[in-house]
């Protein structure tokens, strides 16, 4: 597996992800119109050239998978038994049609399973950048990590 095993992870430990990429309109309408989410403010161009940031917003859910998942492959590929919970995200700068994102991940917290003796949790951060470097998203996120068998 491409993932690393729970063992594998150290507090502290950061992934700059080589993966990026540009959020095209279509990305946009298309998850958008797939989670029924009929917000004007991404779907709507004549309506967001009226808003204050004068073109359409990418909705942020997008950013928030795209963020988490360019991680995938360096982290958790294979190795991951699900998601817990994710905390404390934020969306500091907006995204828009056409921006870049790049995320980077870092490791800060990790622990072994109180019960079950074949996994641990893994505490992450990831943090999404469009391509001017501002930071569009922030996540806390933690994961349930299988050990390496032995």
């Not at 946009?28 to 050239?49: C, G, K, V, Y």
């Not at 982290?75 to 404390?88: C, M, P």
Request: with cysteine; aromatic share 8%.
């Amino acid at each position: 597996m491409a993932g690393l095993y729970f063992d594998a992870f150290f507090m502290g430990q950061v992934f700059e992800h080589e993966l990026r990429k540009t959020i095209t309109e279509s990305d946009n309408m298309l998850f958008s119109n797939m989670t029924l989410n009929p917000q004007p403010l991404h779907i709507d161009r004549h309506f967001a050239e009226q808003t204050m940031w004068g073109k359409p917003l990418v909705n942020s859910i997008i950013t928030l998978g795209l963020v988490i998942g360019v991680s995938v492959g360096d982290t958790t590929l294979g190795t991951t038994i699900g998601n817990l919970g994710f905390k404390e995200t934020s969306f500091p700068n907006p995204v828009f049609q056409g921006d870049t994102i790049h995320a980077v991940t870092e490791v800060i917290a990790v622990r072994e399973s109180r019960s079950k003796p074949d996994r641990g949790i893994v505490d992450f951060l990831h943090k999404g950048y469009n391509q001017d470097g501002e930071l569009v998203c922030s996540c806390h996120r933690q994961a349930m990590m299988l050990r390496e068998p032995s």
